[in-house]
């Protein structure tokens, strides 16, 4: 318990930055995500080619080398100065964007053929086909395996605990480098652990609730 | 891809579409165009911030980064389907006192991050006095983490066969054991073998987390090639991240290709999937295919009736 109530500032930071990590990296997947995932359904061939090789090359990429490229490239290339907290949350949001992609992808294609079908029957155009009739049944059924997308960047952010971001498991160090802190490195980890856990149980459980209350009978 | 969203373009939609790619050849060339400028700029192309990869020792080291990471993976892929098996079995039991265990481990080793576990494997134990090294920090971490991940793959992979499958296997008079192993886990791992890939492409980018706790496998290879003569820091990253990238490409097209064989009906031979032509009943055709069908058809039959 010493390692919670005698570091309470650094467990607020870590904390801090890891909510900061995973909301502006979810933020950045998701608009992002949703332009990727629009050129590979989008009716324009190069478009549709870019996408693609976007989601195959990103994907194949570890996380690590992905920060790896924003975090030390970055400061090789003399562009302006940024933080390592922002190009960690880059790193992450050009990332999970592949998976946001792919997942609004499969929720398109789990709409069956027919109804796009009919909707063109009576004579709607591409964008109501979309708007009225595809994207609200792909919508729904893509409410779950999103979250499970957020839940997976949520684990994600503990990857820029090694690039110097001060999210949840850089505690470790930081407390294990300072003569004034107490708690071993196993004790921080535990309740880091725990934390995570918990924060997971959240995601999911509301992951279960949305899937219960959108689901469509078909 | 089936769904079919749009018409076979009409001219102004043909219009609109070239404007969109040319937009997009734009903006693509634009992007790449900017890194380029600031490669030239900072001088990354220069021979200096090469010229390490020009040593037979850096390649010859970069070959054992290279087993390392294999080694790694190959041995947390093994033991992670091992693991795998044993919690799904184990979470399908009818004891309950086998059920909630595997349950709770499962769910727990799932919610874990796996740096943070590999980091309490390295970093923790060492303080209630048990040395674990890197490597077998990344190979439990991943072991745990992975393995649970399959668990639960196999286990809806169990869930979704037809209950008759099991029923007719005890009619026939199997035990509980044989109707698993003879009847459910082949017809399951058969369905779940695209996801057990696409788990093990996971398993394989995740062996480069062991970076951070100075594992010494391909990543970390590259911060200390970085650290040398002229700092080649996005050099070694662009070629360490070429193996990464054709590494995961290899095992990725494993799992498509098993994906294709096994979407081909089984039941009715190999033949059967030849038989229609139309690519909306294909399953594995693109939009392209089906715009280009779409149009050529379009076309002919306008020959036709001319």
Redesign the interface.
Known sequence: MDAIFGNLDLWGEGITYTLLVFVFGGLIALVLGTIIGA?R????????A?GTAYV??V???????VF??FV??YS????PKLSNTVLGIMAIGVYTATYVAETLRAG??T?P?GQ??AA?AIGLP?GQ??TQV?LPQAFRSVVPPMMSVFIALL??T??A??FSVAVL?QL?STI?NSHNRTG????V??W??LI??AL??LLTWLQRTLENRWRIAR | ???????V?GPR?RRR?SI??VL??AV?IAAIAFVIW??A??G?FTAEKWYVFTFTTVWTSIGEMLLNTLSAFALAAVLSLALGFVLAIGRLSDHAWVRIPAMVITE?F????????M??MY??????GFKVSPYWAVVIALMVYNGSVLAEALRAGIESLPKGQKEAGYAIGLRKSGVMILILLPQAIRAMLPVIVAQL?VAM?????G??ITYHEL?YY??LL?SQQG?P??QS?LI??GI??VM??IL?GVAKWLEERSRRAPKLGGGAADAGHDP?THEGST??EL?ATQQSGGKNGGAAGL
């Open positions: 050129m359904v989008s009716p324009v061939p190069i478009a549709r870019v195959n090359l994907r194949n990429t570890p996380l690590t080398l790896f490229f030390f490239g090789a290339l003399a562009l398109i294609n709409v053929v796009a079908e063109r591409f086909v979309m595809v684990k994600n503990t990857v605990a090694g498991p470790q294990s071993t490195p196993m004790e980890l535990l880091v652990a995570f856990v997971v149980m | 891809m089936t769904s079919v969203l749009y018409d373009p939609a579409n969109l790619a997009t050849v693509v600031r490669f700029l900072t990354q727990l799932r919610a874990i991050p796996v740096l943070v576990f980091m309490i970093y923790g134990l060492p303080s209630l492409v980018k995740d062996t480069a987390l970076f951070i990543l590259a911060k970085s700092r820091i996005l990253a360490i991240g990464y990238i995961c490409l990725s909306r939009v392209t715009i």
